[in-house]
C-alpha cells in the first residue's frame, strides 16, 4: 500500500474528545479508547498538504466560497454514487448535527413528531427532545444478525410524523439499505407527508463489495421529499472542520429552508472546511480513501475473526460501511449494566453503551476499529482475556 495506516500517533494531551474525555466520562484515564467516531490514523495528507499550502498566505482574513467547492461535490457524487445533482441544490453546513437542529427549529414547533428507525445515532432524538419536539422510535428487526426495516411499523410511525430521519448507512449497524428499501421508505414517508432526513455522513466509509446508494437519487419521490446531509469528516478523518453540506432538490423546500439559514449566516462556511472538502474530492484523496477502506476492511475482518474464534457470548454485527461494529453482547448473561462494567473494569475499553442509541440498543456496544493494527490486537486481547476471567 502507498499509504501507512500502522503507524500508531498519541493522541493524548491534545484536546482529543476519543482519548482527553476519557476522565470526565469513565472517571479514569487507562482505557483504550474505541469509542468517539474518529479516526487514530493520520488524516488524509492532501488535505493536510492543502491547509499548510493556504497557511503559507499570512492573512486570515474574511473569505469567499470557493468557486471549485461545488463542482468538487457534483464532481465526486456523480463520481462515486452516479448522483447528478445541480450546483443550486447544495448549501454549507456547520456540521450535521446542527444541520439536523437548524431543519427541525425551522420546519417544526413543540409537540411535532418525528420517527426514526432505532437503535441509531443519538443525536437524533437527543436534538428533537431538546426543542420539545416528540420522538417516536421503533426498533429495526434484527434478522440473522443484519438490521432490517418493519415497514408496516414505518407506515404506522410517519401518519402524523413532521420528519423521519433516516441513518444512511446506518450507524450503529452499519447497514447498507438498498435501492428498493429505499425507495419503499420514500413511498411511505411521501404519502404520509413526512418529510426525510437522509444522515448520509458513513457513505464514503461504504466497505468494498456494497454500495452506497444517496437516498434522494432512488426516485422522483424521493428527490423531491428529502433533505441529505453529507460530509467527507468521517472518510477523510477530519471531522473537527465541520466540513458538511446539505443537498435539497425541492426548490419549495430548499428556499424556505435558505431563508432561515441566510438570516443567521449559519450557511457561511469557514475557509478550511472549504479547501478540506475541495482536496478530499480529489483524485488524490480518493486514492487514498480507498486504501483506507481496504485498511478498515482488513481490520473488520480480524475482529470478526478473533471473536468468533476466541470470545464466546459476542456476536459482532458485520458493518457494510462503516469502522463501527455494533457487538450483541447479550450471550453473556450479564444485563447492560453488567456488560458495561465487564468492558470498562476488567477489560480496560471504553466503547459506546448500546444504550445510547436508543431502545434495541440493550445488551450491544459500539467498537470503533479504525486504529492500527497492534491497537486493535491489544482490545482484543483485553476483552478475551476479560471474559475469560469472569467465565471461570
Given at each position: 500500500?502507498?499509504?501507512?495506516?500502522?503507524?500508531?500517533?498519541?493522541?493524548?494531551?491534545?484536546?482529543?474528545?476519543?482519548?482527553?474525555?476519557?476522565?470526565?466520562?469513565?472517571?479514569?484515564?487507562?482505557?483504550?479508547?474505541?469509542?468517539?467516531?474518529?479516526?487514530?490514523?493520520?488524516?488524509?495528507?492532501?488535505?493536510?498538504?492543502?491547509?499548510?499550502?493556504?497557511?503559507?498566505?499570512?492573512?486570515?482574513?474574511?473569505?469567499?466560497?470557493?468557486?471549485?467547492?461545488?463542482?468538487?461535490?457534483?464532481?465526486?457524487?456523480?463520481?462515486r454514487y452516479h448522483w447528478k445533482i445541480e450546483k443550486e441544490e447544495l448549501m454549507f453546513i456547520p456540521g450535521i448535527v446542527r444541520g439536523i437542529a437548524f431543519v427541525l427549529v425551522h420546519f417544526c414547533k413543540p409537540g411535532d413528531k418525528v420517527a426514526m428507525l432505532s437503535p441509531v445515532y443519538m443525536p437524533f432524538f437527543d436534538v428533537p427532545k431538546a426543542y420539545d419536539i416528540e420522538v417516536v422510535q421503533r426498533p429495526l428487526k434484527l434478522v440473522d444478525g443484519r438490521y432490517e426495516v418493519d415497514f408496516e411499523l414505518l407506515d404506522r410511525d410517519t401518519?402524523?410524523?413532521?420528519?423521519?430521519?433516516?441513518?444512511?448507512?446506518?450507524?450503529?449497524?452499519?447497514?447498507?439499505?438498498?435501492?428498493?428499501?429505499?425507495?419503499?421508505?420514500?413511498?411511505?414517508?411521501?404519502?404520509?407527508?413526512?418529510?426525510?432526513?437522509?444522515?448520509?455522513?458513513?457513505?464514503?466509509?461504504?466497505?468494498?463489495?456494497?454500495?452506497?446508494?444517496?437516498?434522494?437519487?432512488?426516485?422522483?419521490?424521493?428527490?423531491?421529499?428529502?433533505?441529505?446531509?453529507?460530509?467527507?469528516?468521517?472518510?477523510?478523518?477530519?471531522?473537527?472542520?465541520?466540513?458538511?453540506?446539505?443537498?435539497?432538490?425541492?426548490?419549495?423546500?430548499?428556499?424556505?429552508?435558505?431563508?432561515?439559514?441566510?438570516?443567521?449566516?449559519?450557511?457561511?462556511?469557514?475557509?478550511?472546511?472549504?479547501?478540506?472538502?475541495?482536496?478530499?474530492?480529489?483524485?488524490?484523496?480518493?486514492?487514498?480513501?480507498?486504501?483506507?477502506?481496504?485498511?478498515?476492511?482488513?481490520?473488520?475482518?480480524?475482529?470478526?475473526?478473533?471473536?468468533?474464534?476466541?470470545?464466546?457470548?459476542?456476536?459482532?454485527?458485520?458493518?457494510?460501511?462503516?469502522?463501527?461494529?455494533?457487538?450483541?453482547?447479550?450471550?453473556?448473561?450479564?444485563?447492560?449494566?453488567?456488560?458495561?462494567?465487564?468492558?470498562?473494569?476488567?477489560?480496560?475499553?471504553?466503547?459506546?453503551?448500546?444504550?445510547?442509541?436508543?431502545?434495541?440498543?440493550?445488551?450491544?456496544?459500539?467498537?470503533?476499529?479504525?486504529?492500527?493494527?497492534?491497537?486493535?490486537?491489544?482490545?482484543?486481547?483485553?476483552?478475551?482475556?476479560?471474559?475469560?476471567?469472569?467465565?471461570?
Amino acid at each position: 500500500m502507498k499509504y501507512n495506516f500502522d503507524t500508531v500517533i498519541d493522541r493524548h494531551n491534545t484536546n482529543s474528545v476519543k482519548y482527553d474525555d476519557l476522565q470526565a466520562r469513565w472517571g479514569r484515564t487507562d482505557l483504550l479508547p474505541m469509542w468517539v467516531a474518529d479516526a487514530d490514523m493520520a488524516s488524509c495528507p492532501i488535505v493536510i498538504d492543502k491547509l499548510k499550502e493556504r497557511l503559507e498566505y499570512p492573512v486570515l482574513g474574511y473569505s469567499l466560497e470557493p468557486e471549485g467547492w461545488r463542482s468538487a461535490i457534483q464532481a465526486w457524487l456523480s463520481r462515486r454514487y452516479h448522483w447528478k445533482i445541480e450546483k443550486e441544490e447544495l448549501m454549507f453546513i456547520p456540521g450535521i448535527v446542527r444541520g439536523i437542529a437548524f431543519v427541525l427549529v425551522h420546519f417544526c414547533k413543540p409537540g411535532d413528531k418525528v420517527a426514526m428507525l432505532s437503535p441509531v445515532y443519538m443525536p437524533f432524538f437527543d436534538v428533537p427532545k431538546a426543542y420539545d419536539i416528540e420522538v417516536v422510535q421503533r426498533p429495526l428487526k434484527l434478522v440473522d444478525g443484519r438490521y432490517e426495516v418493519d415497514f408496516e411499523l414505518l407506515d404506522r410511525d410517519t401518519r402524523d410524523a413532521k420528519f423521519f430521519i433516516l441513518s444512511n448507512p446506518h450507524n450503529p449497524g452499519g447497514r447498507v439499505w438498498t435501492p428498493g428499501e429505499l425507495r419503499r421508505m420514500a413511498e411511505i414517508c411521501a404519502r404520509n407527508n413526512c418529510i426525510v432526513i437522509s444522515d448520509e455522513i458513513h457513505a464514503d466509509l461504504t466497505l468494498p463489495g456494497h454500495v452506497h446508494t444517496p437516498f434522494a437519487s432512488v426516485s422522483d419521490t424521493a428527490r423531491d421529499n428529502s433533505i441529505s446531509f453529507l460530509s467527507p469528516s468521517k472518510a477523510f478523518n477530519i471531522p473537527d472542520l465541520t466540513s458538511s453540506y446539505v443537498v435539497i432538490p425541492n426548490k419549495e423546500i430548499r428556499r424556505s429552508f435558505e431563508r432561515f439559514m441566510t438570516g443567521g449566516e449559519f450557511n457561511i462556511g469557514h475557509l478550511f472546511a472549504y479547501l478540506a472538502v475541495e482536496a478530499a474530492y480529489t483524485p488524490e484523496g480518493e486514492e487514498w480513501l480507498n486504501e483506507f477502506l481496504r485498511y478498515i476492511q482488513a481490520n473488520i475482518d480480524y475482529t470478526v475473526d478473533y471473536i468468533h474464534r476466541n470470545i464466546p457470548g459476542i456476536v459482532p454485527m458485520r458493518p457494510e460501511a462503516s469502522f463501527l461494529i455494533f457487538l450483541d453482547c447479550r450471550g453473556l448473561g450479564l444485563d447492560a449494566d453488567g456488560i458495561n462494567r465487564l468492558f470498562v473494569e476488567d477489560a480496560r475499553l471504553a466503547l459506546n453503551d448500546g444504550r445510547s442509541f436508543g431502545p434495541g440498543g440493550e445488551g450491544f456496544m459500539r467498537m470503533n476499529v479504525a486504529c492500527p493494527r497492534v491497537t486493535l490486537e491489544k482490545a482484543l486481547k483485553n476483552l478475551s482475556k476479560a471474559i475469560s476471567n469472569f467465565n471461570k
